[in-house]
């Protein structure tokens, strides 16, 4: 494990004073300047709107490089992982900074097996949520009300932390699949102890007893490939949530209910949601691809591209190229004709060539065919946010994990620009005019 290491100094002149900071270089070669001390030492704080330039913290997890379109969990190479590993040995990983041996897999996926099941007594917790509740929300709801079942982590928060962890990640998809089922008014499927991760989360929300559920290897894979893909993206919006609830004390279940009401965002975790609307939309159309073009393009239309550009990447997603891929291999083994796809291609051919979207920066991210992937394995648009969740809530735990272990950490607390009244001299009621 690499650490940030002292390279120089940057100098800052304020009310013609000059200033000595630090300059930080990471194991990859960037570069930050260290202003922990800045407030106490100029009596100056920085504005930075949404954090675009502001490193929150320190962490070995996930290296990201948007210009290059690099994206790696603990030095290895997304594309490796999604092409060699289940999603259980990336969870790994990400928990325990190493691939696991034979043996260490072995145990890893005993204990999920061993956790899989939920207290009878939650199962009540369901039925006074509406069929139309949002999966999001209900989630939330579950998990944050685990630490009740569950306390052990009260006393000291990292001495039961992989029990926890493991029980996280398994109870979470037995959730899900819960919640879809009442949804539906089907009765619940339990996990299965002879099926793997992905393999028992698909059995569980299909299965019914007039109509058993076939598992193909083929879903199982593309499944962990799509977990693998989501499973932690450095600082995004919801992994800051779980950091920074965590940094009050907060349980490592409040911290993961609060990123996944982050994530429920349609900003955030909505995305791919929003690209399959907006692909239906085009089919509806016509499939009138250049109508949509054309009002991405007009500045006074609030029309945007769903599944287009990212916060990071100034060039294609890496997990892009893999899902589309994916998406390519997976409607030919089902051997289903999506209409949406075709459409998503042809948009994607129009956007890359076009000059106007190209100096934007603007490539397929990873939202713009995981829909249609979904959509292929039967899991409807309401649920997506859900399997994007359950993608990276390793990611969530190895992020809450490492803060807790950082001795540099600290209660988040951001400042702000004061831009309202001055003092304002009280009026009384019978003066207010």
């Known amino acids: 494990m690499h650490t940030s290491k002292d390279n120089g100094t940057a100098q800052l002149i304020l009310d013609g ?47 990201l490089d948007g210009d290059k379109g690099i994206l ?45 099941l939920l207290h009878e007594d939650m199962i009540h917790f369901f039925d006074p949520f509406p069929a139309a509740a949002s999966p999001m929300s209900i989630l939330s709801v579950m998990v944050n009300s685990l630490v009740n079942f569950y306390p052990e982590m009260s006393d000291n928060p990292r001495e039961n932390l992989d029990t926890t962890a493991c029980r996280l990640i398994s109870k979470i998809r037995t959730i899900a699949a819960f919640s879809y089922k009442m949804s539906r008014g089907e009765p619940t499927v ?79 975790g909505g995305a791919n949601e929003a690209v399959i609307h907006m692909l239906e939309d085009i089919h509806a159309d016509n499939n009138d691809y250049m109508k949509y073009i054309n009002k991405a393009k007009d500045k006074h239309d609030p029309f945007r591209l769903s599944g287009f550009g990212h916060r990071v990447y100034r060039t294609y997603d890496p997990r892009g190229t893999i899902i589309r891929d994916a998406c390519d291999e997976m409607l030919n083994t089902l051997e289903i004709q999506d209409p949406l796809l075709d459409i998503a291609k042809n948009l994607e051919e129009i956007v890359l060539n076009d000059s106007h979207f190209v100096k934007r920066n603007l490539y397929p991210n990873v939202d713009f065919y995981s ?21 990276r809530l390793p990611g969530w735990i190895a992020q809450w994990k490492e803060m807790h272990e950082d001795r540099n950490t600290k209660i988040y607390r951001p400042r702000q620009l004061y831009t309202g009244s001055t003092h304002r001299p009280f009026v009384p009621m019978e003066e207010r005019g």
């Open 17 to 63: 004073k000059t200033y000595e900071l630090p300059v930080l270089t990471g194991s990859e070669g960037e570069r930050t300047i260290d202003i922990r001390n800045l407030l106490n030492t100029t009596g100056y704080t920085v504005l930075d709107n949404g954090f675009k330039n502001s490193a929150s913290c320190t962490s070995s997890i996930t290296y």
């Open 72 to 116: 790696r969990y603990r030095g290895y190479a997304i594309e490796d992982l999604a092409a060699n590993c289940t999603f259980v040995e990336v969870a790994y990983l990400l928990l325990h900074n190493e691939l696991p041996t034979a043996q260490e897999l072995l145990d890893f996926r005993k204990l999920l097996a061993e956790f899989a």
């Open 190 to 268: 339990y996990p299965r102890h002879d099926l793997a991760y992905c393999g028992n989360f698909l059995n569980m929300m299909f299965d019914l007893p007039v109509r058993p559920y076939t598992l193909l290897p083929e879903v199982e894979q593309v499944l962990n490939k799509l977990l693998i893909l989501h499973a932690d993206h450095e600082q995004n919006c919801s992994t800051s949530a779980v950091r920074l609830v965590g940094s009050s004390g907060g349980s490592l279940y409040a911290s993961i209910s609060a990123g996944i009401n982050a994530l429920a965002g349609p900003l955030h």
């Open 371 to 391: 829909g249609i992937i979904y959509r292929a394995l039967g899991i409807p648009t309401n649920m997506f946010t859900v399997m994007f969740a359950l993608g």
